[in-house]
């Protein structure tokens, strides 16, 4: 599986963003597809997933009611919607994959770089 990340940039507080990951290769009916991310200095959080079947999601706390995941089939993209951005939202956001739910994330695509000024 390889998995392609594009739409990081600079925003002020309070913008949104619209971050994307592009996937290929094998599939899995199962899949769970995911956005980390990794602030200077700090290690990689989990901000949200998405079941690749059903499109059920799950979110950190920090980013619920702000960032919403989603997928889209005809595309084999998984998409992160950013809004109402904060400066603590600054990192580097990964996409990974796992093959099922009580599997580990072991697919990661390159990160890219979000920025939000105060």
């Known amino acids: 599986v390889q998995l392609q990340a594009s739409g990081g940039g600079l925003a002020q507080a309070g913008d949104s963003l619209r971050l994307s990951c592009a996937a290929s290769?094998?599939?899995?009916?199962?899949?769970?597809l995911g956005w980390f991310r990794q602030a200077p200095g700090k290690e990689r959080e989990f901000v949200a997933d998405?079941?690749?079947?059903?499109?059920?999601?799950n979110y950190a706390d920090s980013v619920k009611g702000r960032f919403t995941i989603s997928r889209d089939k005809a595309k084999n993209t998984v998409d992160l919607q950013m809004n109402t951005l904060k400066p603590e939202d600054t990192a580097i956001y990964y996409c990974?994959?796992?093959?099922?739910?009580?599997?580990?994330?072991?697919?990661w695509g390159q990160g890219t770089e979000v920025t939000v000024s105060s």
């Open positions: 990974a994959a796992r093959r099922s739910l009580s599997g580990r994330y072991i697919w």
């Open positions: 290769g094998r599939t899995f009916t199962n899949a769970v």
């Open positions: 998405i079941t690749w079947n059903l499109g059920t999601t």
